[in-house]
């Protein structure tokens, strides 16, 4: 995880890889991070895929430091 606080938009949506980048994480952390609840994301209606808002990578990244 970085020590840095991350700069993204609160209403912004960020990508699996985006995310990643953003908190310093492996993408299977990540998904064990989806998976158990400590993030929550959302689905894309266009093609379904996850994306992460930028208040729940603030908010994960302060509770982690």
Do not use: H
Request: charged share 25%.
């Amino acid at each position: 995880m970085t020590s840095t606080e991350p700069q993204v938009s609160l209403s912004g949506r960020y990508s699996t890889n985006e995310a990643c980048k953003i908190l310093g994480i492996d993408r299977s952390t990540l998904f064990r991070y989806t998976k158990s609840g400590i993030i929550k994301c959302g689905y894309r209606r266009c093609n379904g895929r996850k994306f992460y808002p930028g208040s729940e990578i603030l908010r994960v990244w302060k509770s982690m430091m």
